[in-house]
């Protein structure tokens, strides 16, 4: 399990709305994030967050001319961390995570992880407060959430 979370922005808001934020921490050991994931999350940070540039900028920037500018920021970040998990929620930013072998995880994989650590009792009640909040979920990944949580 990688100790460190470099969590994009729509997972921040997702469990912050949420009241959840806090299972990053719990999960954990380091959270990082940079001054864009910052900018745009847009609300005060927890002090428990770190905020990090990614060494190469120039890579950064690369990235941006097909995925979004807090994405190829955290993307960016995971290329300079050892032993860390990315959460991405947009398909395209995975897409590229996966092709550069970074570890991948989202808002609705830390709700599996805190889980099965037994940090929240029900994934189906979190599935229902996040789209009570406008989280977007398949049917299908939800079934499939639902059943490998045994729920």
């Known amino acids: 399990m990688p100790d460190v ?4 922005t729509s997972c921040l808001i997702f469990l912050h709305k949420i009241e959840q ?3 990053l921490q719990q999960l954990y050991e380091k959270t990082i994030v940079t001054p864009d994931i910052v900018s745009e999350f847009d609300s005060p940070l927890m002090d428990w967050i770190e905020i990090k540039d990614p060494k190469d900028k120039q890579y950064q920037k690369v990235l941006e001319q097909t995925i979004d500018k807090g994405e190829a920021s955290i993307i960016a970040l995971a290329m300079d961390i050892k ?3 990315i959460s991405l929620d947009d398909l395209k930013a995975r897409k590229t995570a996966k092709s550069l072998g970074l570890t991948i995880t989202g808002t609705l994989g830390i709700l599996s992880n805190a889980k099965n650590k037994g940090q929240i009792k ?3 009640v979190m599935i229902k407060k996040l789209k009570a909040v406008d989280f977007r979920i398949s049917k299908k990944i939800e079934k499939e959430l639902l059943r490998l949580s045994g729920e």
């Open 122 to 124: 029900s994934i189906k």
């Open 83 to 85: 032993n860390c998990v």
């Open 21 to 23: 934020i806090n299972l």
């Open 5 to 8: 979370i470099i969590p994009d």
